[in-house]
């Protein structure tokens, strides 16, 4: 990335995208398009194309800009991510997790794509490594409300219920005043964590 602004962009697009906030991620992506085009970043464009596509569900067109952001930014560990996840949205398991790997191999420090391998993990029932892929997204992000969430499920899978119970509060501490919906989601799993507990002590 070749201006500070595109790295807050794709963070505040990131965000929204996984908050299910699309008015702002769709202005943001119009940002990111202005400004790729004012600083003459063809990779970039792509990128910010690639995130309208996304937020349209044209998974395939996504799959195909970013693959068209990777000619121009080979080390862009967020195309790569974005390309497992739409690989998902489309049903195509196969090669997921070589894909992640590849983003991972070139961004090593970005939190979210070790995350998401996190959560691509838990899905297809393996939460031990997942939760060491949440770890790693700690690590960068300590507090990165989502993966706080997907820890909690990741340990109640394997039935750890201490673990995720205070996996939850920790993502419910980090979390902005404003967001009032995700806060009540939050507790409404920690009550329900809370009763399981009580009733298999």
Same mark, same amino acid.
């Given at each position: 990335m070749?201006?500070p602004?595109?790295?807050?962009?794709r963070?505040? #697009?990131d965000?929204?995208?996984?908050?299910?906030d699309?008015?702002n991620?769709?202005?943001w992506?119009a940002e990111g398009?202005r400004?790729?085009r004012?600083?003459?970043? &063809?990779g970039?464009a /792509? !990128?910010f194309?690639?995130? +309208?596509a996304i937020?349209?569900e044209?998974?395939k067109?996504? $799959?195909?800009l =970013?693959m068209?952001?990777?000619?121009?930014n &080979?080390?862009?560990?967020?195309a !790569?991510n974005?390309?497992?996840?739409c /690989?998902?949205? /489309?049903?195509?398991? +196969?090669?997921v997790l070589? $894909?992640f790997?590849?983003?991972i191999?070139?961004e090593?420090?970005?939190a979210t $794509?070790?995350h998401n391998k996190g959560?691509?993990?838990?899905?297809i029932?393996?939460p031990?490594?997942? $939760?060491?892929?949440?770890?790693q997204?700690l690590?960068?992000?300590p507090?990165?409300v989502?993966?706080w +969430?997907n /820890?909690?499920n990741a340990?109640?899978?394997q039935g750890? #219920? &201490?673990?995720?119970l205070d996996?939850?509060?920790?993502a419910l501490s980090?979390?902005k005043?404003?967001q009032?919906? #995700?806060?009540?989601?939050? =507790?409404? +799993? #920690?009550k329900r964590?809370e009763?399981?507990?009580?009733?298999?002590?």
């Amino acid at each position: 990335m070749n201006h500070p602004l595109f790295t807050q962009l794709r963070r505040q #697009i990131d965000e929204a995208i996984t908050f299910h906030d699309l008015k702002n991620a769709r202005l943001w992506v119009a940002e990111g398009l202005r400004l790729s085009r004012e600083k003459e970043c &063809p990779g970039e464009a /792509m !990128y910010f194309r690639a995130q +309208e596509a996304i937020i349209a569900e044209r998974f395939k067109d996504a $799959i195909d800009l =970013l693959m068209q952001a990777l000619v121009f930014n &080979p080390a862009d560990g967020a195309a !790569y991510n974005d390309i497992a996840l739409c /690989m998902v949205e /489309m049903g195509r398991i +196969e090669g997921v997790l070589e $894909i992640f790997d590849k983003g991972i191999a070139v961004e090593p420090d970005y939190a979210t $794509i070790h995350h998401n391998k996190g959560w691509f993990l838990n899905k297809i029932g393996r939460p031990s490594e997942a $939760i060491a892929c949440f770890n790693q997204a700690l690590a960068f992000e300590p507090e990165r409300v989502v993966t706080w +969430e997907n /820890m909690a499920n990741a340990y109640e899978e394997q039935g750890r #219920i &201490p673990e995720a119970l205070d996996a939850y509060r920790k993502a419910l501490s980090f979390l902005k005043e404003s967001q009032t919906g #995700i806060r009540a989601q939050l =507790l409404s +799993e #920690i009550k329900r964590l809370e009763d399981k507990a009580n009733l298999f002590p």
